[in-house]
């Protein structure tokens, strides 16, 4: 876990961003270092002011609140500050990470890849906004308050030994002395303190981890109705998804009754240690108060010297929770890591992408597996010339999609070589388009980046007129989510707009017109060929409409592949 922390925690503060973050940090330090020096200076104050009180000393008591207010305001001033600076490295920090684990993510697909080959990896959205928030603000604020409190043990550790006096006492005919003896004493009740804390609040780093995993599943989980609503709608089957709604928050409840229940014997155990202390102090130096060896501003300097130190001790009993927390998020962040990590090591496939030297696409000797090592398509030799057309059938689950998945390179399980032009763009259309949030000009656009001038607007309208969309022309601009408002055939019409504005040498359907009636299908497939001449065409598909729209078919079975030609452009 040390290991892990470590390596989650040192990337920031090597990185180019690192003279920002320490020069932040050095002075967050410092605030917390001056209040510290206050905290001091007001436990001084405690001393003239009820031994002031104890002489009924009327002139010194205006002054001595004059000095209170004056050192209270300096101390609030700073530790506001202390606070907002903090925060403001901890966005930084945030900031930081969350763009690297955001690279990393996107990264060669990493996060296809994950839902592939580690499917283990739950909720890496949870894991990117919410751990990582934690991660950095649990860790600044045990961070900053551990320095502080070790300053203020140093700082009240020698006010304890200075007020404590001498203790004498015998055993026998031995007399003894032990100076500083109420320092000792809290040292030796902090030390008890803290490995009792670690002994009843330790099951809390594993609830701490399930707790945060349960409660994503659940989110997920409601998120998925909102995305699949309609067909939920269509299904009836409100029943059901209500049932898996209180099955999953079920793991949430009854992992935070656990939860609970562990925090409340460690919330016994913290709170009775909290208040012991207070009446400890008490009983150490009330025989020096009573004996008059101290005057009563003596005693609650002393009272308040012991309750510095011991708290300072007492750091860890108290933020026990909290360091729980940080290591049940380190786990989860270091394992989402080290999943990425895994993923990527193993990107190398046998399937070779090389130049073709002619305007075609060759594959040769292309054999496609499963991650689990089954075969589907063995020794596959196709060629498709730019400008031809060839439609790949065959039954359900033969490998039909995998095929165009391994020619985007997305696809690592196989062997072989897939050819293709160097300088050639490719463009794959799945059988429902992805639209992204935002304008509609936006969704058309993807995943270019969409130009807003009076030209690109007239472009626009004119494609999407040609594929029967005019009725979108006057909302380019405006901003919803697509993929609800439009039906499944508008956005595959859409994404052929998205074909006719990025013009690609080579074009990739996967049942890109299972929603559109026939005629509609034909007359798509004639504007790409009336658009786009030269455009070199791979369809996956089941329509017998389809053949008329294509020059050769692959055919694919489980044990066999044929290829026959219709019409080939010469």
């Known amino acids: 876990m040390r290991k892990d922390f470590w390596r989650l925690f040192k990337g920031y503060w090597v990185s180019d961003q690192k003279w920002k973050g320490l020069g932040l940090l050095a002075i967050v330090i410092a605030l917390n270092f001056a209040t510290v020096y206050l905290l001091v200076q007001i436990n001084t104050w405690y001393n003239d002011f009820y031994n002031a009180l104890q002489a009924y000393d009327q002139e010194q008591f205006l002054p001595l609140i004059g000095k209170f207010t004056a050192l209270a305001f300096i101390y609030i001033i700073i530790a506001v500050y202390a606070i907002y600076l903090r925060q403001e490295l901890q966005i930084k920090w ?24 580690r499917s283990d990896t739950d909720n890496p959205d949870q894991r990117i906004s919410e751990d990582i928030s ?185 933020a026990y929770d909290s360091i729980a927390q940080l290591a049940a998020v380190t786990k989860r962040l270091s394992t989402f890591t080290a999943h990425m990590e895994d993923v990527n090591m193993n990107l190398q496939s046998k ?56 020619l985007a390179g997305i696809w690592r399980f196989g062997s072989g070589a897939i050819k293709i032009p ?32 009076p030209a690109a607007r007239e472009y626009l309208k004119k494609i999407l007129e040609s594929v029967k969309l005019s009725n979108l022309e006057d909302r380019l601009d405006d901003v919803d989510d697509w993929s609800r408002i439009l039906s499944l055939g508008e956005q595959q019409r859409l994404a052929f707009a998205r074909v006719l504005l990025a013009r690609p040498d080579w074009l990739f359907l996967d049942e890109a017109t299972s929603a559109l009636d026939e005629d509609m299908e034909k007359d798509l497939y004639d504007l790409l060929r009336t658009e786009l001449p ?13 053949f008329d729209l294509h020059d050769a078919e692959l055919h694919i079975d489980s044990d066999f592949w044929n290829l026959r030609t219709f019409r080939l452009k010469q």
């Not at 945030?94 to 080959?117: G, H, K, P, S």
């Not at 070779?352 to 000797?365: F, G, T, V, W, Y």
């Not at 059988?431 to 807003?452: F, H, N, V």
């Not at 070199?536 to 598909?541: F, K």
Request: hydrophobic residues 45%; proline residues 2%.
């Open 351 to 406: 399937v070779r992408i090389q130049a073709a030297q002619d305007s075609k696409l060759e594959l040769e000797d292309l054999s496609i597996a499963l991650p689990n090592g089954k075969i589907l398509i063995e020794s596959l030799f196709v060629d498709v010339k730019k400008g031809n057309r060839l439609l790949v059938t065959g039954t359900s689950g033969c490998g039909k999609s995998t095929l165009l998945r391994t």
């Open 534 to 546: 030269e455009v070199g065409i791979v369809s996956v598909g089941h329509r017998s409409s389809l």
């Open 94 to 117: 945030r900031t930081w990470m969350t763009d690297r684990y955001l690279d990393a993510w996107t990264n060669n697909q990493t996060f296809y890849r994950l839902q592939v080959e």
């Open 134 to 318: 934690q991660f950095v603000s649990i860790t600044l604020a045990l961070l900053v308050g551990f320095l502080k409190q070790l300053t203020t043990l140093a700082a009240f550790g020698i006010v304890l030994w200075n007020l404590s006096g001498v203790m004498n006492f015998s055993i026998g005919s031995h007399e003894f002395q032990i100076y500083g003896y109420m320092l000792w004493v809290t040292i030796i009740y902090a030390g008890i303190g803290t490995i009792f804390a670690h002994l009843v609040g330790r099951r809390l780093i594993g609830l701490n981890f399930d707790q945060q995993r349960y409660e994503a599943d659940f989110r997920f989980n409601m998120m998925r109705v909102r995305e699949n609503s309609e067909s939920i709608a269509f299904y009836r089957g409100e029943e059901e998804e209500v049932a898996g709604f209180r099955e999953r928050f079920s793991y949430v409840v009854k992992n935070f009754w656990q939860l609970m229940k562990a925090t409340r014997l460690l919330n016994f155990y913290v709170n009775g240690y909290g208040q012991l202390a207070v009446i400890v102090p008490i009983i150490l130096a009330a025989p020096r108060y009573f004996s008059n060896e101290i005057a009563l501003g003596g005693l609650m300097q002393t009272i308040s010297a012991f309750g510095r130190v011991q708290d300072a001790l007492s750091y860890f009993v108290d």
């Open 422 to 453: 160097a300088e050639d763009r490719a463009m794959f259309l799945p059988q429902k388009p992805y639209l992204p949030l935002g304008s509609l000009r936006r969704a058309i656009a993807y995943p270019a980046t969409a130009e807003d001038t």
